[in-house]
């Protein structure tokens, strides 16, 4: 069942803040979130784990709501370098390392 | 360290013809995923292998599409025959054992197929 992310694109300026949300009606065990720029592969960002825990690093954080079933990437103080498109990939529970991937949210940072 | 080594980089080729793609994952990694990228259908998952077993197959799209892992340096997704809708960005990523849901997950740099 492949998550829902929102919004589906999203246009900032420099130094601006941004929030991706992914959104899933089964209970989700994990969630990943990687960024894929243009004409690249995928890139891991982090992995958030039930249990409602932040983690982060840089400018870029995320948060996992267990009871809303919905995770939230955060950016701040947004860099050129940000653009992109952003994937969240939810794991369900005991199915190994199977990921389905939400349809992405292009961000587009402008100077 | 390498990462994930796809081959071809490219490939163009006629609509029947039979199509392999080449994958080398993380050397030490437990996990080898096959992902399909389109623009309508976004990153689907194809099949992946655990210790050179396919766990699930259930993304593969139909019986003209195999793929296996014979050793655990290696592993191959076939079309045959193929066809102008199999035309997208074919994706090896690889992760570590234990609870593979927890690991992060490294993207090769893909395939772009084109079936003329």
């Known amino acids: 069942q492949q998550p829902v992310q929102s919004p589906q694109a999203v246009i900032l300026r420099e130094g601006e803040d941004a929030v991706i949300n992914c959104s899933s009606s089964?209970?989700?065990?994990?969630v990943h979130w990687y960024r894929q720029k243009h004409g690249e592969a995928p890139v891991f960002l982090m992995i958030?784990?039930?249990?409602?825990e932040q983690k982060g690093h840089e400018k870029i954080s995320a948060s996992f709501n267990e009871k809303k079933q919905q995770s939230s990437l955060y950016l701040t103080a947004s860099q050129l370098s940000y653009s992109g498109t952003y994937f969240c990939?939810?794991?369900?529970?005991?199915?190994?390392?199977?990921?389905?991937f939400g349809q992405g949210t292009e961000l587009s940072v402008k100077p | 360290d390498a990462g994930v080594i796809q081959s071809p980089r490219h490939e163009v080729t006629e609509m029947g013809q039979e199509v392999t793609l080449r994958c080398k994952p993380i050397?030490?990694?437990?996990?080898l995923f096959w992902y399909r990228q389109t623009m309508m259908r976004g990153l689907e998952l194809l099949i992946y292998?655990?210790?050179?077993?396919?766990?699930?197959d259930s993304g593969m799209p139909e019986d003209r599409f195999s793929a296996k892992m014979p050793n655990a340096s290696f592993s191959t997704l076939k079309i045959q025959p193929s066809e102008p809708r199999d035309s997208a960005v074919y994706f090896c990523?690889?992760?570590?054992?234990?609870?593979?849901?927890?690991?992060?997950?490294?993207f090769g740099d893909g395939t772009r197929l084109s079936i003329l």
């Open positions: 990523a690889s992760s570590l054992g234990g609870q593979g849901i927890n690991q992060p997950q490294h």
């Open positions: 089964k209970a989700l065990y994990s």
């Open positions: 958030l784990l039930k249990g409602g």
């Open positions: 990939g939810v794991g369900y529970g005991n199915q190994g390392g199977k990921l389905i």
């Open positions: 050397s030490g990694h437990d996990y």
């Open positions: 292998f655990n210790n050179n077993v396919p766990i699930d």
